[in-house]
């Protein structure tokens, strides 16, 4: 199947600098394209662009819409940031910077900039809720092209991702154009893949998250780990913590999937229940040594029991709703029923 899109992105073209005259050679692509959408929104009918944007949700899922971050465990707090709202976002941005996820933090330094634009070109101030939807509509829309950079497609972003579409892209005189590896029926959903994102980056950046993902991973945390040896009380806890984090063995991809435990997990709880009295030098082996399982299947049960005992039985956002069930069942799996 092939499809064919107009090439009519150009960021930095001049329908857009039309739009936005004097336009600060400081943005980036993503401010650029979030000025051009709200500049032409605001030109209702008279937009040369009002077919796109009439095409446009009128509302995104977005992490400063949920209502319910707060009630979520403490890494998916800080993997999203606790993102709403906007404006009360920047008092916690000056006491939090450790913790605050660069999705939001780029978002928010985005809107003072476009704010500070529109009010030098006297131009309305941009809202809240103005920005929030303009910045929604690039940023999960918003492509990457070779010798272009991030571009906006319209109607190429219509297609939906699923894990499974394969796809071949081409220009070809004067269009962008798809070709599908897959066959599709007539009145068939047609899909391309955004990448090989698991499913609490398929929600950050486009705000919706797959029933059936393989990619997708529930991270453990340093707490998790303090908690596991509260139970277990493993032999020279701190110092093996202090290798596993300088070796940056804990990251968003330490944890359980549909397959059990991750391998840099595995590596770790091996090392957290190594008694042996070599230390450090025995430690360092785990980790380069092949190592498909631990041989303590009931610490990795416990672990999970631990992790899952943190997620919430009331969430009503659909979307936040339906990610803590699917990491749930995960996590079910393997865990220790009481």
């Known amino acids: 199947m092939i499809c064919h899109f107009p090439r009519i992105w ?6 857009v600098r039309a739009s936005i005259p004097n336009l600060p ?3 980036s692509i993503e401010e650029i394209l979030t000025a051009f959408i709200i500049a032409e929104t605001r030109l209702g009918s008279y937009s040369t662009w009002q077919p796109y944007i009439s095409s446009l949700p009128a509302e995104f899922n977005s992490l400063f819409t949920y209502k319910q971050l707060d009630k979520l465990p403490r890494g998916l707090q800080l993997a999203f940031g606790n993102a709403w709202p906007i404006v009360k976002r920047i008092v916690y941005l000056s006491n939090y910077r450790h913790s605050v996820d660069r999705w939001c933090t780029t978002a928010l330094r985005s809107w003072r900039n476009l704010s500070k634009y529109f ?8 809202s809240e ?7 929604c509509v690039v940023n999960t829309r918003c492509i990457y092209v070779e010798g272009h950079g991030g571009v906006l497609a319209p109607f190429l972003d219509m297609l939906n991702h699923h894990w499974t579409a394969s796809v071949n892209t081409q220009f070809k005189e004067g269009h962008f154009v798809i070709i599908s590896n897959s066959r599709y029926e007539p009145g068939e959903e047609v899909f391309i893949s955004y990448g090989n994102y698991d499913n609490r980056t398929l929600l950050q950046n486009y705000g919706f998250v797959l029933d059936d993902n393989p990619n997708d991973c529930v991270p453990i945390e340093r707490h998790h780990l303090d908690l596991l040896h ?22 968003n991809q330490t944890g359980f999937t549909v397959e059990g435990a991750t391998w840099n997990l595995i590596v770790i709880l091996n090392i957290l ?42 969430i009503q956002d659909y979307t936040l709703k339906k990610l803590v069930q ?13």
């Open 10 to 15: 150009r960021p930095v073209g001049k329908a």
């Open 25 to 27: 050679n400081t943005f």
């Open 119 to 126: 009010q030098a070109v006297k131009a309305d101030d941009v």
């Open 129 to 135: 809720s103005e920005f929030l939807w303009s910045w």
């Open 230 to 251: 509260a139970v277990k009380k493993f032999t020279r806890f701190d110092q093996k913590i202090a290798l596993i984090e300088k070796r940056e063995f804990l990251t």
């Open 273 to 314: 229940e190594d008694c042996t009295p070599h230390g450090v030098s025995r430690w360092k082996l785990h980790m380069i040594q092949s190592t498909e399982e631990t041989s303590n299947l009931e610490l990795v049960a416990l672990l999970a029991e631990i992790v899952l005992d943190a997620y919430p039985n009331d």
């Open 326 to 338: 699917i990491e749930k069942q995960i996590l079910y799996k393997l865990a220790i029923h009481k």
